[in-house]
């Protein structure tokens, strides 16, 4: 679970710097609604900088403690905005059937060359 969130923090930080001078994306403020801060920026680069030095001298480097706390939180904090858009999403699509329903539709006609 652990190298997942890692991994997707690590995702999160390269594809939000990549289009962060692209005026047609929206800005990552919109994206990540303010979960990644900068800090955690900061947090991820120090490890990789552990981690290319730990790998130079044949050894493994384990994430800080406060990396491994802020991608928990990142993790649950995402999954938590997830599932509002779910839940938001699945509403607006009951409520477009809904409202088609309630519209009065014309009769089918059907045509003596159309097959039934």
Known sequence: MRRVV???LLGLVVCVSAHAQDARRPAADALLGGIV???????VFDYLRDVVTAASEG????????FRER???????????GAAAARAL??????????????????LTHSPYQRI
Do not use: T
């Open 90 to 107: 699945i509403d607006a699509v009951e409520s477009a059937l809904r409202e088609g329903m309630r519209e009065p539709r014309p009769p």
């Open 59 to 66: 050894r493994e480097a384990a994430p800080p403690a406060e």
């Open 6 to 8: 890692v991994a997707g």
């Open 71 to 81: 991608a928990e939180a990142i993790g649950q904090e995402v999954k938590r905005h």
């Open 37 to 43: 801060q900068e800090r955690d920026v900061a947090l």
